[in-house]
């Protein structure tokens, strides 16, 4: 009888592979390799285009394969990652990606991700994780001194915003008494993460209520209290209103004051999306435009935009930490010896993940290297050139503002003075700018609707951008203008 091989499968041949492992040279050329491409990129990375795209056709081709029995050359991986996967994207960092809400991190907080992925950091308990987990109490009570938060506030690290928001919606559900018919209420310009995490925690399409924005883009105080009072009559029971602290489309800030006083009157649960805007809170201009922001209930952050860190830095702050507490904490027999007695925290038991990374250590060590003034000057400045932007637009006989600059952001379009396009004609001709601007390879752009106008944004929010990275790409919307419109 043949002797079974080692993959227990009696008669086979024996595998013959390499293992897992790598020399420790191996390793050292491949992060060196790694590094050197990284530093390429960023070196040249102004003068590539802010994006590249593919169809899903031409990467299929490029890329369906099965995957090897035996491996290849380690750097010859790495090489075809560089050459074939990683550029067909939205360069997100590029001095003029100017679309959606941009991000870009400084080299000590990629760095950091390098080393946590390194250390295989599990970040769910103490017991796991102590000094992680004491670095993100740290780094998450600059962040509660920063917003004004009280003494016994606190909050987590999440992957992003929407997972933030889903936690600050089950936390809300749970004060409510997770009542059967519950409804929450946030503004038509709200980001769609919270109508995601609305329905995850319960709330059924009848529940969740959008609340009127004014011509300023900012929620309604009338129609909120009339939306309410409707709710309850109808049987529901609100656990959540939610305000904004710079909107997606345009950067407008609730009435957070009023919201606040509305909420305490009504025992509903406050929650703040401040996701891109929240960071702001470390200037002048931004702490001016958050007056109230401190009586939130919960407020949701985004260290990976206005922080300028790699993706997956999100963050919950909370008013009262035991509210996470009481809404996530459970224990089962196997974690029994993750007890963290009374002293330490367990993170996992503040929102919906248990096996989380260390993402807390990119701020701590950007924040380390280059102190804050650094921040908040690039923060300030981010402010100053959608200011100049919205001056420019101001200014030009071609272009229409359609939102004044808030938060880094700035809405128009092209609309040239005694033009005898109408607005379906204007919105096609907006189009078909936005599109060549892109084609062109000159910046990368994203559009909104404003109470149904098609408009041309900007979201300046790169730490590297720079006033001429701004007044080229208006010029060159203007001159694309000018020659679409004369067709």
């Known amino acids: 009888m043949s002797p079974p091989a080692e993959d227990g499968v009696p008669g086979a041949a024996p595998v ?59 750097e010859e991986v790495l090489e075809r990652a560089v050459r074939d996967v990683l550029p067909v994207a939205a360069r997100v960092d590029h001095p003029r990606f100017f679309a959606f809400v941009p991000s870009s991190p400084t080299w000590p907080g990629v ?31 600059w962040f509660r001194e920063w917003l004004g938060y009280p003494e016994g506030a606190g909050g987590l690290f999440t992957s992003g915003g929407s997972a933030a928001s889903l936690d600050a919606l089950v936390a809300a559900r749970e004060r409510a008494g997770a009542p059967s018919r519950p409804a929450v209420f946030l ?27 004014d011509q300023d883009f900012r929620l309604r105080m009338d129609d909120l209290q009339t939306s309410v009072e409707r709710a309850r009559r109808e049987g529901f029971t609100p656990i959540a209103v939610c305000a904004n602290a710079g909107t997606t489309s345009t950067g407008a800030v609730d009435p957070l004051p009023s919201m606040a006083d509305f909420c305490e009157r009504e025992g509903i649960w406050l929650h703040v999306d401040a996701a891109y805007g929240g960071f702001a809170v470390l ?21 990976h935009k206005w922080l300028f860190q790699p993706f997956e830095a999100g963050c919950l702050m909370v008013r009262d930490v035991r509210t996470l507490d009481s809404a996530f904490s459970v224990r089962p027999d196997y974690l029994q010896d993750a007890d963290p007695g009374l002293e330490q925290v367990n993170f996992a038991d503040r929102g919906l ?14 924040i380390q290297v280059f102190g804050m003034a650094a921040f908040r000057e690039a923060i300030a400045r981010g ?59 000159t910046a990368m752009m994203s559009s909104t609707r404003l109470h149904g106008t098609y408009s041309l944004r900007l979201c300046i929010m790169n730490h ?17 203008g000018v020659e679409l419109a004369r067709g």
């Not at 987990?133 to 780094?139: H, I």
């Open 111 to 141: 760095v950091a991700d390098l080393m946590c992925a390194g250390f295989n950091t599990f970040q769910g308990t103490w017991l796991g994780s102590g000094g992680p987990s004491q670095l993100e109490l740290v780094v998450t009570d």
């Open 187 to 213: 503004s038509d310009q709200s980001h769609t993460a919270l109508d995601r995490a609305a329905r995850i925690v319960g709330v059924r399409p009848e529940g969740l209520r959008k609340v009127a924005s």
């Open 283 to 303: 200037t002048d201009r931004g702490r001016a435009l958050f007056e109230g922001l401190a009586r939130a209930d919960s407020i949701t952050l985004d260290a």
């Open 353 to 366: 993940q248990l096996s989380r990374s260390f993402r807390a250590l990119k701020v701590w060590m950007s």
């Open 16 to 74: 013959t592979a390499r293992d897992l492992r790598m020399t420790p040279e191996e390793m050292e050329a491949l992060a060196a390799r790694a590094v050197g491409l990284l530093l390429e990129r960023w070196d040249g990375l102004g003068a590539q285009s802010p994006w590249k795209g593919a169809s899903r056709r031409e990467m299929e081709a490029l890329l369906r394969e099965p995957p090897p029995e035996t491996g290849r050359p380690a």
């Open 464 to 480: 590297h951008t720079t006033w001429e990275d701004v007044r080229d790409t208006l010029e060159a919307l203007d001159r694309i």
């Open 383 to 441: 402010i100053h050139l959608a200011d100049r932007a919205d001056a420019w637009v101001r200014d030009s006989d071609h272009f229409e503002l359609l939102s004044p600059a808030s938060l880094g952001v700035v809405c128009f379009r092209y609309n040239p003075r005694g033009t005898r396009l109408g607005s379906d004609g204007l919105e096609a001709l907006n189009e078909r700018i936005q599109a060549r601007v892109i084609a062109d390879g």
